[in-house]
Structures are given as structure tokens and as C-alpha cells.
């Protein structure tokens, strides 16, 4: 594990908060940049960030939870921003995805962490409570359904086959590449402005994100949609682990319905919803935060 010594613009330097800091993992065949914070003592926590995000996105919970006493570490998910991006689709199946988790867990000396996940992160941290339950003491999600739930909703509703017209989109060659790389990738920050509420992301913000998608350039990204539909289903459906569901209501790319059903497949779950919050609730209502606290203690 080795710190940068020229930091770029899209690393830990970003925060000023005392003890966040930058750093390095060989693991699973991949080096991921992971940014740590908190008391290297205390109770682990994993944030794992979505599309088209990046550590940065949970800059906020980093904090707050470092304060609260928690080991923090969040990780560039392996393709995105100063992580490593490897070649092949095969690369950025949900199997690799959650070996990257369990063996962060491991590289901090530890068995088992809270794991809390937004967007496609939230689909990892799902796979992951699923997949490597030992791994895995309380789950935080936060507008991803339970995958059983989006699989099974995806056949029975047009609605949200509609709403995911981009899964299949990302399946062409090429195409998707070249959509989202012109202009200087203003199609990825259209993205962020449809998806969010008014002044969820600002001009700092914004080329703050832009940063970070030069770095692995939009491919990898591309290539997580790509795999998922080549992984293989988890042996199991139903999550052991307290799960927390956080759920912005006003999400454009998923039907509200799912947050609910999704509780079915919880042993121990409870759902929080967000009236006039978007799919980026994490960021537009602090009560994220804090029932994420509250769950976590």
C-alpha cells in the first residue's frame, strides 16, 4: 500500500477534512485507489459509489461517519477514476466486483464490514451481502432494488423496461463509446442534471466528475453494464444481514415500487423513503446520513 506522491485532481486531496487520505491496493489482480478516513480502530464501513460516480460521491458520509468513530474506506470501483481499468467485459463481472470488496475488507486486517451502496454500487454491495455473506454485518442500500426484484420487474413492467433503455443501449459496440465521449463528455454530465434535483451537482462539481472520467476514459464504465448481463445469478435470494433501504422517490430511471418489494427478500430490512428526493438521495437529504448512523450503530 503506497500513498501518491503528486496527488491528482481527483484524489483525497479534494476534502480537507483532517485524516482523509489516499491510497493504493494490489488486490484481486487490480490496484484500486481507495480514499480512508476515521480511527483505523474502529468499526469498518465501505462505500461503494455507482455510475458514472466516483469515490468523491460519498464525500459527505465519508465525514460524518469518520466522525461518528467508524473506519471509513472508499474505493474507485475498478474501472472508474484512479483505479486501474482493465481491458475485457469478462473483467467487470459481479464475481469480480465482490472479490474487490471481500479482499478490501482483508487488506484492512478485517473479516467482515458494513457495506453501503449507491447505484451500481448498490448493486455490488447487494451481490455482495448475497454472494459473501460472512463478509458483509449491516448493508446500507440507496436506490438500487434487490436484484431478484429489478429482474423479475424488468419482465412484468414496461415501465421500467422503458426506464432502463440505457442497460441495453450499453450492449452495442462502439456506439455508447462515442455518445458519451463527444463533446467533452457532456452526455455524462446530462446524465447527472436529469437524474438529480436543481443544483444537486455545480459547475465545481461537475469538472470535478469530468476529471475523474479522463482518467479510465468510458469504456470500462460501459463495460460494468456489459458484464453484469454475463454474471451469474447468486446462489441464494434472500439477504441475512439488517438491511437499510434509502430511496429518493422521485427517481427517473427506476419505478418506486421496487423499494418495497424489495424488503420481501430481507430477513431484517427496513425502507426509508424520501419524497422529492431524486436517485441521488445521498446527496440531496442529510436524513441519509443520519439513518444511515443510526442503522450502522
Not at 467533452?184 to 443544483?199: F, H, K, R, W, Y
Amino acid at each position: 500500500m503506497t500513498a501518491t506522491k503528486t496527488p491528482p485532481d481527483t484524489d483525497a486531496s479534494l476534502l480537507t477534512a483532517h485524516g482523509v487520505e489516499s491510497t493504493y491496493r494490489d488486490l484481486n489482480g487490480v490496484r484500486l485507489h481507495v480514499v480512508t478516513a476515521g480511527d483505523p480502530d474502529g468499526l469498518l464501513v465501505v462505500l461503494l459509489h455507482g455510475h458514472p460516480d466516483f469515490w468523491y460521491g460519498w464525500r459527505d458520509q465519508l465525514v460524518s461517519l469518520a466522525d461518528a468513530g467508524y473506519r471509513v474506506i472508499v474505493p474507485d470501483q475498478r474501472g472508474c477514476n484512479l483505479s486501474d481499468a482493465p481491458d475485457k467485459i469478462d473483467a467487470y463481472r459481479l464475481s469480480n466486483l465482490v472479490a474487490d470488496v471481500r479482499e478490501l475488507i482483508h487488506s484492512e486486517g478485517r473479516e467482515s464490514a458494513h457495506i453501503v451502496g449507491h447505484d451500481f454500487g448498490a448493486f455490488v454491495a447487494w451481490n455482495v451481502a448475497l454472494r459473501e455473506p460472512t463478509v458483509v454485518d449491516r448493508l446500507g442500500i440507496c436506490n438500487v432494488p434487490h436484484p431478484t426484484v429489478y429482474r423479475e420487474t424488468l419482465r412484468s413492467s414496461l415501465r421500467q423496461l422503458a426506464r432502463s433503455w440505457y442497460v441495453w443501449f450499453y450492449q452495442l459496440p462502439k456506439l455508447p463509446e462515442w455518445m458519451l465521449r463527444r463533446n467533452e463528455m457532456e452526455n455524462m454530465v446530462a446524465t447527472l442534471d436529469i437524474s438529480s434535483n436543481a443544483g444537486t451537482f455545480d459547475a465545481e462539481t461537475i469538472a470535478r466528475y469530468r476529471a475523474a472520467w479522463r482518467h479510465t476514459g468510458i469504456e470500462p464504465r460501459i463495460n460494468w453494464y456489459r458484464a453484469f448481463r454475463r454474471s451469474e445469478r447468486p446462489s441464494r435470494d434472500t439477504v441475512v444481514q439488517p438491511t437499510l433501504i434509502c430511496w429518493g422517490e422521485d427517481d427517473v430511471g427506476l419505478v418506486p415500487s421496487m423499494a418495497e418489494e424489495s424488503l420481501a427478500y430481507c430477513e431484517t430490512g427496513q425502507l426509508q423513503t424520501f419524497p422529492d428526493a431524486s436517485h441521488w438521495v445521498h446527496h440531496e437529504r442529510e436524513e441519509v446520513t443520519e439513518a444511515l448512523l443510526d442503522h450502522l450503530s
